[in-house]
Structure formats: structure tokens, C-alpha cells
């Protein structure tokens, strides 16, 4: 598994901010102002995480809602991998108090599932479960719908852009 | 001019089968669904169906089973995109009359029809 | 020879990790930073390998390795690359014979790390050639692919690697001799593990081929375009690697889940300009606006519905079942965004997922069109398990006789 920790790559400080591209079972935490995208998301939930104290950013792409139902990754499963996400903010610096988080995704674009809810739905739910249960407040959403959405986090401010094909471009 | 019921859930190939069939036949319903084409079946009584198999709420071959055992002379044309063997024959079991697969054009759908209801 | 889900799984992990590693040392070098994008086996026909090279230049490096795995692997980049790649080793640049210096030296580096992962796990030595200097368009950058007798398909291990923030790719191959492949995957299959066998997966294939060839055949009866089946083929990958093989491009298409055996879904997808394209082939009409309208959707609705039977039905012909499927759904979308919830639907019972894809196209106008379908990896293995390799080539029905 990758892990980003603002070290790996150094690169000139002045004009573009550093990009990270963050994949489907991966996430990305930086201190340095970097943007973290991640795109083409449909059922699967970009869920980022923002400290303003400590000017920590960081994004995670999960696609299953919770761990015990398969094998894989902590950053593949909504609930651990929000939670893998808040230790990496932490040991990047940021406080657990201080932090926020704007989650996007979870459309039910697609819906085979004759068997109760949609993964779309029951990701939104479980990452809305674990951010309560660790005490970070959500404070911004775009979820559900049946449109796919692109992610770009901007570190400097905490800004979390939605992009979609189908609805423009909104501001978290 | 004989009395035609389509069932099709594809707007698009409703229209291609109008186009081919209004000419010589007198078109008495479209539906989109198995339940329609049953409930419009036993109204109109049409002298042919022209029935797709996979459509929503109930399929063509269920549609088909119903309306063949509520008159077992009634005729029934399976037009579908599906090329199964065990398909056709689950359509036989049904009752179905003649098969045609699509995409089709329009003599063989002309050559399918004269089989089961001769002019 | 069989293999089992978790010799494939373990291998292309090793894939994945070598290109890690490979992008890491370009990382180290130049300050590139570049992401793995896929890793995946792929089970083709051997002149099919590297047809989604086409069209674009490259330039790259050559090795053969032999030892516990026999072969050829390939490193290229896409020629655009090569200026920025040099400015980034030889600071001012350089041209001619510095520039292919210098790739040389850092395919070399790469190449190295994508190796020895191999050879570390395997627990022994896998020893590779110098590095030779390729330039080329298209598949022809690839060394031909190994040829066994009675055996036109083979096994390609490859990687995509994404340059962040540029749209340029590199890609990693390698090309195993199929019997070393063969023996090692084997010699690391669990005792009593999920095996496949593979003759009956290029049945499966050839099938599936067959398949492709009528769908495109269905394609241009109703649209009248000349349409060619082009490649089939079956890889094997992660699931979180499934949605990121179609990318962030905007696609139409249809969408439809398959029961019986095998269950999954599948997609039939065209990008924007195909989209409007064979719609409007399609339709009697004029239509009635710009872009996208309602009747060009139901068009595509239709098309992908008897694409689709035209793929499927092969199947249950030969294995003599019915595989059914439901109505297609309208999808139009960021590709990626379009595969994701499936492949999650797919991932809540396994952990790597078989990917079936072809593809089609038309000189004629520009049109390609996609299919992608995502078998359950169990039901799969229990086709596989029941399929008479003499009936491979019943894939028609017989309407005639049936009636």
C-alpha cells in the first residue's frame, strides 16, 4: 500500500501547487499545501478530512462499506477507511479535535440490488457512522444522486471541489 | 388486415416494428412490459404478438405461457435480441409460435408472420 | 495445467509491486511523480498483444530475463515524455544519442526493480539481458509474443503508469514462455485451491471471440456500417483496479446484470462522438437537437441490448444453459464512475475479479464501442468446470430446428 507523507516527493515550493492523485482503495495526507484528487467516483465515497490548527489535509476513496465483509486494503472499506485516514492525519500532526470532514460520492447511479439498500447508500451511512463515532463533524456534502463525481481537495484552504459530468462544478 | 399487438420495452424498436408491420397490418396496441401485453391480449384478442423476451415486470416468455393457456389459439412471435438455444426452447415450452432474432429486417419478420398467420 | 485464484492474485501483485517499484526509481531520478494506474494478467491471442498501443509513438527499452520465469518485459514511454524525461537526468537537455543514453540508463533502473520482486519472492535468481534500445509505433515496440505449439494465446502481465499531471503514460510488459509461467503458477497453486484450468479459459476466450464477432455482425446489420470485431480478451485484477481500466472519459452506454451461470454484469459502452454516431445510424430520422437527444438514447438503449445478446448468447449456447439478462439501463458518464458500483457489487464476495473485454470498430466513421463484463469469479470456475471444450464452437442456435 502507498502511503503519501508530504516527504516522499520534493518538489519546487513556488508557483503550481503539488498534485497527488489519490486511487480507489488508496488515500493521501499532506501538510504542504499539495491538492489530492481523485476522480471518477460513482458508488464509491471521497471522504476528506481538513485541520485548520495544523493545516493537514487528507483524502481517502473507498469503495465497500465495512471491512469484516471482505479482504483487502483498510483504504478499500468505508469504516476502516476513514479511520486509517484520521491515524495518518495524526501522525501527520493534526488533532483529532480540530478536525473536519466533507465527504462526496455515493450515488446510486446504478441499482441491481434487489437486496435491500444500495453500496452507494450503505457507504454514506457507514462513513457518516465512523466520522460521528470519532467525534469530526461533516461539514459539507454531495452524496447520492445517479451521477458520477471527480474530487479535488485544496490543502491551502480545505476547499473540497465536486466536479460531474452532468451537474457542474460545486465547492464543499 | 389482420389485428397486431407489439410488446416491446425499447421505444426505438417499437417504431422499427411499426414501420415494418403497419402497412398490411392494423397495429391494436404497444406495450412495454409482459403485464400490459397480457392485459391488452385479452381486450383486443389481436390476431398476432409480436413479443420481446427481456422486458421488465414480467418477461415475454412468462407473457407468452399466459396468453397461450387462456387461448391457446392465439398467436404469439418471439422478437428478441436473444440467440439461446435453451431460450427457444423455453419459448416453445410457452407456447411461442415463431422466433426471430434481432436485428432483423423487414423480410424476415414478413417470411415469420406468414408462417404462423398465413394471408 | 490449472491455476488457482491465488497464484494469479499472488503474481499479479508481484506485477503491481514491481511497477511500484520501477516508478519509484523514476520518481528518485527525476523528480517525475507517476502512479501505477492498473496491473493486470491478461489471457489473449497472441497478435492481439499490445493493440491498445496503437497509433501513438513510442520509445523505450528492451530486456530477456531467464531463470525461474522466461521471458521478454518491455519498458516504454510514450515519445512525448522522452524531452521532459531527459531535461530531468541531463539538466539543460539533451538530443541523439545523450537522450537515448539516458532512457536506456533509467529503463535499466526501472527494469531492475520490476525484476528483482520476482525473483525475491521465488526465492531465487532471475538474470536479465542489458538493456536494448526500442523505438517504434504501436504493438510493434513489443517483442513478439512467445509461441507455443497449439497454444495461439498467451499470458501478459501489464502495468499503466500514469504521469501526474501530464497526459502521458508509460506502460510495463512482460511476456512470459508459457510453460516456465505455467510451472511456476503450478508450483505456487494451494493444494485443494480454487484451480482453473486454463485450456478451458481459452476456450473461454475463443468463445467470447465468437461472441464479440456477433455482436459487431448485429452492429452493422441494423446501423450498415462495416464493423470489425477487434480484440478479446479475459484479465484477472484486483477489484479496486476494475474502474480505473476505462478512465475518467465520458461514455454512453448501457448497463445490464446476467443470471445464471455465470452471473455478473456488463457493459457495452461508446465514447461521446460513437455514441451520436451509431445513433444517428441507427435512426429513420433526422434528429430533432444538438448532442444527445432522447431518440439518439433509445438507439443506443437498443444497440447495447442486442450487443449484448449477441456476447452472452455464445455462452450459454456452449454450455448449454440460458443466461439471462435484464433490461439494459441508460448510462452516460464518467467511465470510471459508470464501472465502480459493479465492480463494488462484484467485490462484496471476491477479492480479484476476472474481466472479460472486447472491443469493435469501423474505419468508416469514427466509431468504437466497448464491452466489459464482470463474471462472478465462482460461477465462473463452475462454467469453466462444466464446459465440454468439443462444443466450443456451438455458439449458434438453431432457430430452424427448434421451430
Not at chain 1, 500500500?1 to 493521501?28: F, H, L, N
Not at chain 1, 440490488?113 to 454531495?142: C, F, K, M, Q, Y
Not at chain 2, 416453445?92 to 408472420?113: C, H, N
Request: charged share 25%.
Amino acid at each position: 500500500m502507498k502511503v503519501y507523507d508530504g516527504s516522499q516527493t520534493e518538489q519546487e515550493s513556488v508557483g503550481q501547487p503539488e498534485r497527488k492523485k489519490v486511487g480507489i482503495a488508496e488515500y493521501a495526507v499532506t501538510t504542504d499545501e499539495a491538492v489530492l484528487t481523485t476522480s471518477g467516483l460513482g458508488s464509491c465515497i471521497g471522504v476528506a478530512l481538513y485541520d485548520p490548527d495544523s493545516n493537514t489535509a487528507g483524502l481517502v476513496h473507498v469503495m465497500l462499506p465495512r471491512h469484516d465483509d471482505g479482504e483487502g486494503a483498510r483504504a478499500k472499506f468505508a469504516d476502516t477507511g476513514v479511520e486509517v485516514l484520521l491515524e495518518e492525519m495524526e501522525r501527520a500532526g493534526a488533532r483529532r479535535r480540530s478536525m473536519e470532514a466533507k465527504i462526496a460520492g455515493g450515488s446510486d447511479m446504478l441499482d441491481f440490488s434487489e437486496n435491500g439498500s444500495s453500496i452507494g447508500s450503505r457507504n454514506a451511512a457507514i462513513v457518516r457512522e465512523t466520522l460521528a463515532a470519532n467525534d469530526v463533524p461533516i461539514l459539507g456534502e454531495d452524496v447520492g444522486g445517479d451521477y458520477g463525481r471527480s474530487l479535488r481537495l485544496e490543502a491551502a484552504t480545505g476547499d473540497l471541489i465536486v466536479k460531474s459530468a452532468s451537474q457542474g462544478t460545486a465547492t464543499l | 388486415m389482420p389485428d397486431v399487438l407489439i410488446a416491446d420495452d425499447s421505444e426505438f424498436m417499437r417504431n422499427l416494428l411499426r414501420e415494418i408491420l403497419e402497412e398490411d397490418h392494423n397495429i391494436v396496441g404497444e406495450v412495454e412490459n409482459g403485464v400490459e401485453a397480457v392485459e391488452v391480449y385479452k381486450e383486443q384478442t389481436p390476431d398476432l404478438v409480436m413479443m420481446d423476451i427481456v422486458m421488465p415486470i414480467r418477461d415475454g416468455i412468462e407473457a407468452t405461457d399466459e396468453i397461450k393457456t387462456s387461448n391457446p389459439d392465439a398467436n404469439v412471435i418471439m422478437c428478441t435480441s436473444v440467440g439461446q438455444e435453451e431460450k427457444m426452447k423455453e419459448a416453445v415450452k410457452a407456447g411461442a409460435d415463431g422466433y426471430i432474432t434481432k436485428p432483423f429486417q423487414k423480410p424476415s419478420v414478413m417470411e415469420a408472420i406468414e408462417d404462423v398467420v398465413p394471408s | 495445467m490449472k491455476v488457482d485464484i491465488q497464484s494469479l492474485g499472488t503474481f499479479n501483485q508481484l506485477a503491481h509491486e514491481g511497477a511500484e517499484q520501477a516508478t519509484q526509481s523514476l520518481a528518485q531520478m527525476t523528480g517525475i511523480d507517476a502512479v501505477v494506474d492498473v496491473t493486470k494478467i491478461t489471457l489473449l491471442n497472441r497478435d492481439d498483444v499490445g493493440e491498445e498501443l496503437a497509433g501513438q509513438d513510442f520509445v523505450g527499452v528492451q530486456f530477456d530475463f531467464e531463470g525461474a520465469l522466461d521471458g521478454d518485459t518491455v519498458l516504454v514511454f510514450e515519445s512525448d515524455s522522452v524531452g521532459p524525461i531527459t531535461e530531468a537526468l541531463v539538466p539543460g537537455g539533451a538530443d541523439g544519442e545523450m537522450a537515448q543514453s539516458s532512457v536506456e540508463e533509467i529503463g535499466n533502473i526501472m527494469m531492475s526493480g520490476f525484476i528483482d520482486g520476482w525473483a525475491d519472492y521465488l526465492g531465487t535468481t532471475i538474470e536479465h539481458s542489458p538493456p536494448e534500445y526500442i523505438e517504434a509505433t504501436g504493438a510493434d515496440v513489443l517483442p513478439p509474443a512467445p509461441t507455443v505449439a497449439d497454444q495461439p494465446q498467451v499470458f501478459v502481465f501489464k502495468s499503466q503508469i500514469e504521469w501526474v499531471g501530464e497526459s502521458l503514460n508509460f506502460y510495463i510488459y512482460m511476456l512470459p514462455e508459457y510453460d516456465t509461467l505455467a510451472e511456476l503458477m503450478t508450483d505456487h497453486a494451494e493444494p485443494g485451491g480454487d484451480a482453473i484450468p486454463i485450456d478451458k479459459l481459452s476456450v473461454f476466450n475463443e468463445m467470447t471471440t465468437s461472441g464479440t464477432e456477433q455482436a459487431a455482425e448485429n452492429v452493422e446489420m441494423m446501423t450498415g456500417i462495416p464493423t470489425e470485431a477487434e480484440v478479446t480478451q479475459i484479465s484477472f485484477a484486483p477489484i479496486e483496479d476494475v474502474p480505473k481500466q476505462v478512465g475518467d472519459d465520458t461514455y454512453v452506454g448501457t448497463v445490464v446484470e446476467f443470471t445464471g451461470v455465470p452471473s455478473g454484469y456488463l457493459l457495452v459502452l461508446f465514447d461521446e462522438v460513437s455514441a451520436q454516431n451509431v445513433a444517428e445510424a441507427l435512426m429513420p430520422t433526422e434528429p430533432d437537437g444538438e448532442g444527445l437527444t432522447e431518440q439518439h438514447k433509445a438507439a443506443i438503449e437498443e444497440l447495447g441490448n442486442i450487443m449484448t445478446s449477441g456476447f452472452v448468447d455464445g455462452w450459454a449456447n456452449v454450455l448449454q444453459t440460458s443466461v439471462d439478462h435484464t433490461p439494459p439501463q441508460l448510462v452516460h458518464d464518467i467511465g470510471q464512475a459508470i464501472v465502480d458500483p459493479l465492480a463494488a457489487q462484484v467485490g462484496q464476495h471476491q477479492e480479484h475479479s476476472f474481466i472479460i473485454e472486447s472491443e469493435m470498430r469501423t474505419d468508416e466513421i469514427e466509431f468504437s464501442s466497448e464491452i466489459h463484463a464482470l463474471p462472478d469469479e465462482k460461477e465462473l470456475r463452475q462454467a469453466l468446470a462444466e464446459l465440454e471444450v468439443d462444443r466450443a464452437d456451438q455458439t449458434d442456435a438453431d432457430v430452424e430446428q427448434i421451430f
